[in-house]
Every structure is written in C-alpha cells, then in structure tokens.
C-alpha cells in the first residue's frame, strides 16, 4: 500500500512537470503529495497498531479464560469424587449396622445401642453432608435471606457446642467472653461454627485442641477457631475460600471434605457484615479469625 501511494506520487510530480513549466509551482504541489502521503503513512501505522494491540489483548484473555476453565474443570471433578466417597461411606457403614442387628437379634443390649448409635451418627454425617451441598446452591442461585436479631452470641456458641457432637475425637476447649451480643440469623449462623470445627478436626491429629474464643475488641466482636493441625501454606490461605477448592487431589488426599464448607463459611460471614481470614496458629496449626462489627 506505502508502495503503491509512493508510485502515484511520483507519477503525478512528473505529470506536474510535463504539463507547468512553473518550478516553483511543481515544487509547491509535490510537497503537497509528499505531506499526504506522510499523513497516509502514520494512518496506516496507527491502525496497524490499534490491530496488533486488540489481537494480542484478545489473545491473552482467551488464554486466561481457558486457564480458569481448566481449574474450574479440574476442581469440579474433584468435588465429584470427593462426594462420591462422602456418601458412599456412611451408606455402607449404615447398612452393614443394619445388617449386623437383623442378622444378630439376641445380641446383648449395649452392643445394639452402640450399632444403633453409629448408624445415627453416619446418617447425621449424610445429612449434613447433603445441608452443606443445598446451601451451596442456594448461595449461587441467591436463594435465601437471613434474618437477624439480637443474640447473646456466648450463650448461643456454647450452647451449639454442647448440643452438637462436634470433632468427638479432639478435645474442644472455649474461651467464650460472656454477654456478647450481636445481631445474626439464629439458623444459619451455626453453619459458620459448625464447619470451622469440622474443618479444624478433619487437617489435625486425633485427640489434639480445637480452641474456640470470643471476645470484644475495641468496636469489633473477634471470633476465633484455632488448631494444631497441619497448617495452611500462604499461597492457599484465600484461595481456601474458593467453592470446590482443596489442596491437593482427591485421589491422593487423605483427609474428607467436599470443598464446600469453608465457601460456605465465608458467604455466611459476609452475610452477617464480618471478615474472614486466616492466621498461622502457635505453636502450630491455623487460625480462622472473623471479626464482626460491634452492633451490627
């Protein structure tokens, strides 16, 4: 295209002179050209520019969407095996129970109350299992609403935890501030508790602390669960929030869960006004830290 405007160029300055015996006026129409043909030059720059700009950006967001597409894909399918064994589990410790007590009638009494007990004990691992995978859902699809009124938050956490059979094969300790109050949904702010302690047993070794506390500090309600586990690395800590999210691969991954509770724990925070983050524990292990806002 330079080429072809160039030729034409010369070709009208050379017409020029044919046609005008006038240096002057030959000189003064050939400038004309040149200048438009500058002008045409850094048109043709520019638009050039603009193009290889807009190719390079579109190539690199195609790039990035499929980076995420292959993570979303990859942690999905992580979260199916994991929920395949998360069921499949219980179920079949349910049913040999069963089977055990319809086989054995005559069995002494202690031993059926304690078949009987881990049968409710797995259909309550089911059952939370299946809560955990409808609030999930709902979060997505914006499907519910709290609601919030005023609460002794110290006697509602230790109440859930006395009630609750939680993390049975650690020892939990509380350090609950009495009297504190803040505004939460008296349903689903359990759920907040509840997986932070089950996530806490599921990456610690049996029969170690899980320590609960709460307390008020200066215009915030600070609530904390700390362990003695095996810890977060820094690159993990916010990515842990993430829906499906876990470290490692199912297939490899000793520990249970399904990715969905820690999602759940912060959506469920955010709902309530507060912040969730995570802290090295001393001398080991985690600490999730939320801090709400003192009459909020």
């Not at 000793?254 to 999602?263: A, N, P, Q, V």
Request: net charge positive; aromatic share 6%; proline share 2%.
């Amino acid at each position: 295209m330079l080429g072809l405007n160039k030729e034409i160029v010369n070709l009208k300055t050379e017409n020029a002179l044919i046609k005008s015996n006038n240096t002057i006026e030959t000189e003064i129409n050939s400038k004309a050209l040149m200048g438009a043909l500058h002008k045409k030059k850094l048109m043709i720059i520019g638009e050039g520019s603009v193009f290889l700009s807009l190719l390079l950006l579109g190539s690199l967001q195609i790039r990035r969407s499929f980076k995420k597409e292959r993570e979303n894909a990859f942690q999905q399918s992580n979260f199916l095996l994991s929920v395949t064994h998360e069921l499949k589990s219980p179920i079949a410790s349910t049913r040999l129970q069963l089977e055990t007590l319809a086989l054995r009638p005559n069995m002494g009494s202690a031993i059926q109350q304690q078949l009987i007990q881990q049968a409710l004990h797995d259909t309550e691992r089911l059952n939370a299992l299946v809560e955990n995978i409808l609030m999930a859902t709902q979060i997505d699809k914006h499907n519910f609403s709290i609601v919030r009124e005023t609460t002794d938050v110290s006697h509602y956490i230790t109440s859930l935890l006395q009630q609750h059979r939680l993390a049975e094969k650690h020892i939990i300790k509380m350090a609950i501030e009495p009297h504190v109050m803040l505004r939460v949904d008296n349903i689903y702010f359990a759920s907040i508790l509840i997986n932070l302690i089950e996530n806490a047993a599921k990456y610690s070794p049996i029969a170690t602390e899980i320590t609960v506390s709460l307390k008020t500090m200066g215009k915030k309600v600070q609530l904390r669960v700390n362990d003695l586990g095996v810890g977060i690395p820094d690159d993990f800590k916010k990515q842990v929030f993430q829906k499906f999210f876990r470290v490692g691969d199912e297939r490899t991954r000793t520990s249970k869960g399904t990715g969905l509770g820690l999602y759940i724990v912060q959506k469920m925070v955010e709902q309530h006004d507060g912040v969730i983050y995570i802290e090295d524990n001393q001398p080991k292990g985690s600490s999730f830290v939320i801090d709400f806002k003192l009459g909020s």
